[in-house]
């Protein structure tokens, strides 16, 4: 974990303080996960009323095709990575370009 408050990792649903940070307990409980005891779900503290969609989905093995875990993603890029900020900067741009009509394009 490259930061101590968790910041740039998943917490959606998870309990947050006052400056929108997560509860560490809470995300901790999320790394409890790769125990295999279905039961750590259940014991996941979650914020709001909203429970997970279908968290086990992740542990499904499919017999036909490719196995899922034959199937990977490379890592997101650090929170406070060049690249990170240069994905920014596209994303601000096709914001803002979504904005021009195609019929100026020429």
Do not use: C
Request: a negative charge; aromatic letters at 8%.
């Amino acid at each position: 974990m490259l930061y101590s408050n968790r910041i740039g990792n998943f917490s959606k649903g998870l309990p947050h303080d006052d400056l929108g940070d997560v509860i560490p307990a809470a995300y901790d409980s999320l790394l409890q996960l790769a125990s295999g005891d279905p039961d750590d779900f259940e014991r996941i503290p979650l914020a709001g009323t909203a429970n997970p969609a279908n968290p086990q989905a992740g542990l499904a093995f499919e017999l036909e095709s490719t196995d899922s875990g034959q199937v990977t993603l490379p890592a997101a890029p650090p929170l406070a990575s060049a690249w990170r900020a240069g994905e920014m900067v596209e994303d601000y741009w096709m914001t803002l370009a979504r904005e021009i009509p195609f019929s100026r394009s020429g």
